[in-house]
């Protein structure tokens, strides 16, 4: 078990790019997270994975933003034309479908759009 | 809608000395509030799952509890390895997110 793994750590890109991150889960966590977090606050939703499925989104969500979880492994977010606004960091979290509700975080993308 | 509200924003404590971070939460029936940590530039730590009023956890120097309204993270004879972000969770029973405080930003000087 290597934990949640996230790729890339750093990502800069220019105003208007498409930038898409990748998510690994720890293997037997068939639940997956999506969260934002900018400097001073804590980590805010995005969107929520179970197996393959979205079952949630927050509403606060861009219709910018999209997130795959094929065949229930990884994850991607892609974000597209990108704004200096969505400078932040993008967290990754797991959980099991099994008893305990903690999730496990990855290291994060930290994303910084020019 | 889920709230959590962390106090202080911000502690700077001695070495050795005692004191506790406060978590306050509104949340329509509790399944968890959660304990993290969080260094500089990485993403949360799990450190505790509280799940009913009046549980206890503890870890090394680190000490959970947990009331219906809010729970203290105790943090007795702190180390500068300790400094880091507290942050606070809940997870409502309707839902699987969890939602976040802003933090506690500790300090502990030599």
């Known amino acids: 078990d290597t934990g949640v793994s996230q790729d890339p750590r750093h990502k800069i890109t220019k105003r208007g790019q498409n930038v898409t991150f990748r998510c690994d889960p720890i293997s037997e966590h068939n639940r997956l997270y999506w969260y934002r977090q900018t400097l001073g606050q804590g980590p805010e939703f995005l969107t929520y994975?179970?197996?393959?499925?979205?079952?949630?989104k927050s509403r606060l969500l861009s219709d910018r933003f999209s997130a795959e979880r094929p065949k229930g492994s990884f994850s991607t977010l892609e974000i597209q034309r990108t704004e200096q606004g969505d400078s932040a960091m993008y967290l990754c979290?797991?959980?099991?479908?099994?008893?305990?509700?903690?999730?496990?975080f990855g290291q994060g993308t930290r994303l910084t759009v020019v | 809608e889920d709230q959590v509200t962390q106090s202080p924003e911000a502690l700077r404590l001695q070495e050795g000395e005692s004191s506790s971070l406060n978590c306050s939460y509104t949340?329509?029936?509790?399944?968890?509030l959660f304990w993290y940590r969080q260094d500089p530039g990485k993403g949360p730590e799990f450190l505790f799952t509280l799940y009913s009023a009046g549980e206890e956890k503890e870890k090394e120097r680190l000490k959970a509890t947990l009331t219906k309204k809010e729970s203290f993270l105790h943090i007795t004879a702190p180390k500068p390895e300790d400094s880091a972000t507290y942050l606070c969770a809940v997870m409502p029973g309707t839902a699987s997110k969890l939602t976040f405080g802003t933090g506690t930003r500790l300090q502990v000087m030599l």
């Open positions: 994975f179970q197996n393959e499925a979205q079952l949630e």
């Open positions: 949340v329509s029936g509790l399944r968890g």
């Open positions: 979290a797991s959980r099991s479908g099994q008893g305990r509700p903690e999730a496990f």
